[in-house]
């Protein structure tokens, strides 16, 4: 798939040296809760608009089963989408294209096989109109 990973992109709002989603957990932090508050203050235009196309994608790393890790990465995306309903309410206009979870499968294709716990890896990525906004990961 053509998801951008950290290297790739220079997100707005991609935040260092802090935890979004513990090991193999998928509830969002509170600095994940405030880096989703600053992007939908700072996004709201694009949030707004009934023509905007939103895309999630969650990610783990592979300390786990491949499925679990499938099923977390998944919740990571559903979680990051709840928290931007949330916030947004009503004035969220813009339609969610796709919230998918990844599992460590781009990862690994793109880092190599990590078998150890990488809170790296863990992480969502949030595209509005083909543009990566947010990584909420280490």
Known sequence: KGVPLPDQFTASYQLKDTRFFMHDNPVLTAQAIEAIGRLCAEELVAFSDPVSEIEI??????????????????????????????????????KFNKVEGLGESVANK????????????????VIINGRAVLSLGE
């Open 57 to 94: 994608y969650g990610h783990a790393d592979a300390s786990g089963d491949p499925k679990h890790n499938l099923e977390l990465s998944l919740m990571r995306a559903v979680n990051v989408r709840t928290a931007i309903e949330d916030r947004l309410g009503t004035k969220l206009k813009a």
């Open 110 to 125: 793109v880092f190599g096989e990590f078998t150890e716990k990488n809170a790296w890896l863990r992480r969502v990525v």
